[in-house]
């Protein structure tokens, strides 16, 4: 290679090596602000939580701090009567005991004047009876018996006034009323110190969450600057990449499960001559390609890579190590070639070694090259025989996609606080080395997102979110990934019917790979289903995904829970902000039911009678004896005939049920497995900031599908999921340990649907 020509393509490698490095940094700083904006946004829902429970507290030690008040003034009344009463007591008792002495005299004077009277009255009666003095003196004894009476009557009467006034305990209860108003003033002065102290930290805690809704809106802005930083350079990088690099990419299929293939395309190498020849004839197709050569190589080792590697890997003739392009008609515009990871290779499926003749390793870096060798003739014109090798593709690895709970699939808390659902997951991903079940090299980690208006109101705007959402999220559109599935599908039923005279044909399996992947072990990978049967499946998978992309294409907004959340953010929720699932006790067939059962709610009585019943029949009358295979076809079936009659003039809620229901009947054909999960709902159960639940307030549960494996290299295998918690309905939690008179009463949300 001249010196000029070698400069030129080390200036290349070196620029794209540069800006590669620069999107991976900004990259990086991306997700940080990721991080940073929910955290920010943590502290600030976090600080509004404090707040509700400060203003609830506030309240309470309000009503508190009034009664208090109230019993005070009360003691103090109280005491002052007491006071009173026992200094008007002793005078009372003074008093009684002086008069009851008076009245006593008194009565013995009368005593004595009677006795008097008495004598002359015997006098009288004995000297004048029965005449004038007799009568007067009669009469005047009868008066003076009846004052001795009342005088005796008088002095009795006194004297116990006297004894009962003595008996009053006034000074006892002058000590107690002492006692009690000096309790109730220490209570007031307790109960003040709180409410002031409540009055403060309220104050406080007001200020810290203004000052948290500065620091939220920086890490918006941050967030925002460096996903503008972020497409800025991934454009300069893709621009550069198509001028200099022959728009060399590798495409990663990011469908579940389908891990087997990645797709390396690039344009033609374009000579910078004249296409005619001198007799004015075309040039041969692809001119002045001979041949291209695609080579996977480690990135790690992709700095060192250079021509005479590549040469010397063709040279050798070991096709493993590489794939074969000709140039023909099928590819002047392009190459598109997709590159199986294992299996045996063909020339319909070439399967790719790396450059030192190792297989693909799922979770390991790579980069892919392509070597362009020219024609003889051109070389003679040129007066040059180097070939060409292009600068190395972006980086890339293919991982196991793990499933994501469906959000139809999480039941609403249960009165003894439990949250049921269903997953379907590739079996192999949860076995070891040697083949056993370990559940938990896989975890299903239950965070409760607060879907609370009041706590999350000054955040981002719907119309905000939107936008993060479209600039943050995983670099790849979600049309795109629509569009994928919707080629793989036409591609599928284009085979089947250029095998339109084969009896059966075989399911799909996904092959092994070195590392952890898919193991071919269930019998419906190995039993034969008609061509018809499957035509009908992909017919109706594919008139589900193209309605489905109409859909995400009208609707990509962030519904709920009114900040920023999504996989990258929920990956590093902290042990103590995450709930984990147990084992549950569902089965198969009770999933399918519930799936089944959505359907016919969301249908309505007037459309009812449209469903095919059969589909129920067939899932309840299911006997573990049934046919694997055969019992799915036969719901398909069903569900094709339904999907005909009522899909295209109900709702276009009714289309993710069918959907979901169609898309787990082909994941169990494929050989996934159904595992039953529960979370617990308990007194220490946090959101996903770590705060304990609030009693009535409202939550949203998101379900983290995520690796949990010693060996890290057995993590970087998987891509972890997360439940579309955006469309999952919220419940009202009820603190068991709480009054009932404390819990809100919230109205009953449904399930959002994207329609």
Do not use: W
Not at 164 to 178: C, F, P
Not at 493 to 508: G, M, R, S, Y
Not at 592 to 607: A, V
């Amino acid at each position: 290679m001249s010196s000029y020509n070698e400069n030129l393509h080390s200036s290349v490698i070196s620029s794209l090596n540069t800006q590669e490095l620069e999107l991976q940094s900004v990259e990086g700083k991306l997700e940080a602000s990721m991080l940073s904006l929910y955290y920010a946004q943590g502290a600030r829902i976090t600080t509004a939580e404090e707040v509700e429970i400060t203003t609830a507290k506030y309240a309470f030690e309000k009503k508190i701090h009034e009664e208090a008040i109230i019993d005070s003034d009360v003691s103090t009344n109280v005491l002052k009567s007491a006071n009173n009463a026992k200094e008007y007591s002793a005078k009372s008792v003074s008093n009684t005991a002086v008069a009851a002495a008076n009245v006593q005299i008194a009565a013995n004077a009368i005593l004595k004047l009677a006795s008097d009277a008495g004598s002359i009255f015997s006098i009288i009666n004995a000297a004048d009876f029965d005449t004038d003095i007799y009568a007067q003196s009669n009469k005047a004894y009868v008066l003076m018996n009846d004052t001795a009476y009342a005088a005796e009557k008088a002095s009795q009467d006194s004297m116990e006034a006297s004894a009962l006034i003595a008996e009053v305990t006034t000074n006892t209860l002058a000590d107690k009323a002492t006692v009690t108003d000096t309790s109730v003033k220490d209570l007031l002065s307790v109960v003040t110190k709180q409410f002031d102290a409540t009055t403060t930290l309220l104050s406080t805690q007001s200020a810290a969450l203004a000052t948290s809704n500065t620091k939220e809106k920086q890490a918006e802005g941050v967030l925002e600057d460096y996903s503008v930083g972020y497409n800025a350079t991934e454009e300069a990088y893709n621009l550069n990449n198509s001028e200099l690099n022959l728009d060399l990419k590798v495409a990663i299929p990011i469908t579940i499960g389908d891990h087997n293939s990645y797709t390396v395309s690039f344009n033609n190498y374009k000579s910078a001559f004249n296409v005619k020849s001198a007799d004015g004839k075309d040039k041969p197709i692809g001119y002045p390609v001979q041949n291209y050569y695609i080579m996977l190589v480690e990135n790690s080792k992709s700095g060192t890579f250079s021509m005479n590697d590549a040469e010397g890997i063709v040279t050798q003739g070991d096709a493993k190590r590489y794939v074969e392009i000709t140039p023909n008609t099928s590819n002047t515009n392009g190459i598109i070639q997709k590159i199986y990871t294992s299996g045996k290779k063909t020339l319909e499926k070439p399967v790719l070694q790396d450059s030192e003749g190792k297989s693909l390793e799922l979770g390991k870096e790579y980069v892919v090259f392509v070597l362009v060798t020219f024609t003889t003739a051109y070389k003679r014109i040129i007066n040059t025989f180097d070939d060409y090798l292009s600068a190395p593709s972006k980086m890339f690895l293919i991982q196991n996609q793990l499933n994501a709970v469906n959000a139809d699939a999480l039941q609403q808390p249960t009165g003894n606080q439990i949250i049921n659902f269903g997953i379907l997951e590739n079996p192999a991903y949860l076995t070891n080395s040697q083949g056993v079940e370990t559940l938990s090299n896989i975890q299903y980690r239950c965070v409760f997102l607060p879907n609370n208006t009041d706590l999350v109101r000054g955040l981002l705007t719907a119309e905000e979110l939107k936008y993060i959402d479209e600039e943050v999220k995983d670099r790849v559109q979600l049309e795109k990934l629509y569009a994928e599935k919707i080629a793989v599908v036409k591609s599928q039923i284009a085979a089947l019917k250029n095998e339109a005279t084969a009896e059966k044909v075989e399911q799909p399996t996904l092959k092994n790979v070195k590392g952890t992947t898919a193991k071919k072990t269930s019998k419906a990978n190995t039993a034969g289903i008609t061509i018809a049967e499957r035509m009908a499946l992909l017919n109706i998978q594919l008139e589900i995904l193209e309605k489905e992309l109409v859909v995400v294409k009208e609707n990509k907004g962030h519904l709920q829970p009114g900040f920023f959340f999504n996989l990258t953010t929920a990956e590093q929720i902290p042990a103590g902000s995450y709930t984990l699932a147990d084992k549950g006790k569902d089965t198969l067939i009770a999933y399918l039911l519930s799936e089944i059962d959505d359907i016919n709610e969301k249908l309505g009585e007037d459309n009812l009678n449209k469903l095919n019943t059969s589909i129920l029949a067939l899932v309840k009358n299911k006997s573990t004896s049934d046919d694997t295979e055969k019992f799915i076809q036969k719901v398909i079936t069903s569900i094709e005939n339904t999907i005909k009659e009522v899909l295209n003039t109900t709702l276009k809620s009714l289309l993710n049920d069918f959907g979901q229901l169609v898309k787990d009947l082909i994941q169990l054909s494929k050989g996934y497995t159904f595992y039953s999960k529960q979370v617990t709902l308990a007194a220490e159960t946090t959101d996903n900031f770590g705060n304990r639940l609030i009693n009535g307030n409202a939550y949203i549960p998101a379900i983290v599908s995520i690796t949990n494996n010693p060996d890290e290299t057995v993590n970087a295998q998987f891509i972890n999921a997360l439940s579309d918690f955006q469309h999952t309905a919220q419940f009202i939690y009820n603190d068991p340990y709480a009054s009932k008179d404390t819990i809100v009463s919230y109205p009953k949300q449904t399930t959002l649907n994207q329609s």
